[in-house]
């Protein structure tokens, strides 16, 4: 049986099928581009497992206190060798990348420390943690201020006021790579290096925290290459490699790791305490194949990007912009787009394909939200998933596939389901 009739037989129509294909065609050259920078960082990856002395007493579980963890510490070694770090702390204890963030800073903050965010607002799960909005356990509740110089409206840096805003109480600054679900661009990790250079040039001790999620092996360098002391991420993302059931990690200087691992343990114990339980495996096979997966989503974000755009919709970022991170979005203007979209996805994935999702009043959301996630790691976002608050102007993010042919049927059964709801007129398909 050929291809066309294989995904006939999945629910795609061949106007669908033979647009889409056309497409995936066009962009033969640039998947070879991302294949290049995935066969770089695969090696980069498997040099630090030489280079470590991973073995096989590194993949069984450790239990209790876990003292002497080979798998955990070599794990650790890993990572810190891998990005360019003097050390690293990888766990299950941390629950997600906001934990780890929040570990990263509070861990390396003290009374009377300012934050800085030079390039615009954080995270939104980190205003919480840094007190913007007031919260039980802030950083705020124990006398870290904060500042915020916001990017210029072309989206660079703005760097006489980030001057201004450095004065003796600035501690810390935290970059965040990915534009997670703003508007701005993503930042590229020579961008990133030109801010941090300057912001040393004003006032070398101060700590530069990069928030990497979503950015990782999705450049040939990460952040820590380019002068961050710290660099932070879930591993259900990128680094995970789909496999890693939960956690997340801190890389940086062996000052700003210690002071965060007695964060999340407790002073004195740091890093000695922590069984990994049955994790090392996965996690260590994950980081192992995250450089492929992440290859996989960055080529279904960009496929998604040209078929949308081809069909008149907006896309962030366009169909031919360099990627500096694995989010999508494309805004349909009404419901019914965010929704058939979402349900396309939905109906994709390889665990509960069967449930229809509706749109619904989340906690800490201002209207309704739709979320797409047929995912093996709950709410794992390196896994295809799209979600789209049900307001102006009507958008979707999406992110992942750890497969790129999951990717791709993900996206052609997206814009089917769009097609099949009257959204796209079969014309625009020719
Ligand atoms: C996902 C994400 C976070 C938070 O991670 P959670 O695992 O959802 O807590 C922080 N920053 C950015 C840029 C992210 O994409």
Not at 1 to 6: A, R, V
Not at 223 to 239: R, T, W, Y
Not at 245 to 263: F, S
Request: net charge negative; charged share 25%; proline share 5%.
């Amino acid at each position: 049986m050929n291809l066309e009739k294989q995904y006939e037989k999945m629910g795609i129509s061949p106007e669908v099928y033979s647009f889409c294909e056309n497409i995936w065609e066009s962009l033969k050259a640039r998947f070879d581009k991302i294949d290049e920078t995935a066969e770089y960082n695969q090696l980069k990856v498997l040099q630090g497992m030489r280079d470590c002395h991973v073995s096989e007493a590194c993949l069984y579980p450790s239990s209790g206190y876990g003292y002497n963890d080979i798998g955990r510490d070599t794990l650790e070694a890993v990572y810190a060798r891998v990005f360019g770090t003097e050390d690293a702390l990888v766990r299950p204890l941390i629950a997600c990348g906001t934990h780890a963030l929040s570990i990263a800073l509070s861990g390396n903050l003290r009374p009377g420390d300012e934050l800085l965010c030079p390039a615009g607002k954080p995270y939104d799960t980190l205003e919480e943690v840094i007190g913007i909005r007031p919260s039980v356990g802030s950083l705020a509740e124990y006398g870290v201020t904060y500042r915020q110089v916001d990017l210029l409206p072309d989206g660079d840096f703005d760097y006489e006021n980030i001057k201004k805003a450095i004065n003796e109480k600035t501690k810390l600054a935290a970059i965040q790579r990915s534009k997670g679900y703003q508007t701005r661009p993503s930042f590229s990790v020579e961008s990133i290096g030109r801010l941090i250079a300057f912001i040393k040039e004003i006032k070398p001790d101060i700590i530069v925290m990069v928030d990497n999620c979503y950015g990782e092996f999705t450049e040939r360098t990460e952040p820590s290459e380019v002068g961050a002391d710290m660099i932070v991420g879930s591993l259900i993302k990128n680094p995970g490699g789909g496999l890693a059931p939960i956690g997340g990690y801190i890389a940086g200087t062996k000052e700003c790791v210690e002071r965060a691992a007695v964060r999340l343990t407790t002073p004195g114990l740091g890093k000695e305490v922590g069984a990994s339980i049955g994790v090392n495996k996965d996690f260590f096979q994950g980081f192992f194949l995250a450089p492929v997966v992440s290859a996989a989503a960055l080529k279904g974000a960009i496929f998604a990007a040209n078929i949308y755009e081809r069909l008149g919709f907006d896309v962030i970022p366009d169909g031919t912009e360099e990627r500096h991170d694995i989010i999508q979005a494309v805004t349909f203007g009404k419901p019914e787009g965010v929704i058939a979209f979402c349900q396309g996805i939905q109906n994709a994935a390889p665990v509960d394909s069967f449930v229809s999702c509706e749109p619904w009043d989340m906690p800490g959301y201002d209207s309704k939200v739709i979320m797409a996630a047929g995912a093996f790691v709950q709410g794992s976002s390196i896994e295809l998933s799209a979600d789209g608050p049900i307001k102006e102007p009507y958008a979707v993010y999406f992110q992942g596939g750890i497969t790129t042919w999951h990717a791709k049927f993900g996206i052609m059964n997206s814009l089917q389901k769009i097609v099949e709801a009257g959204l796209v007129a079969k014309e625009s398909l020719k």
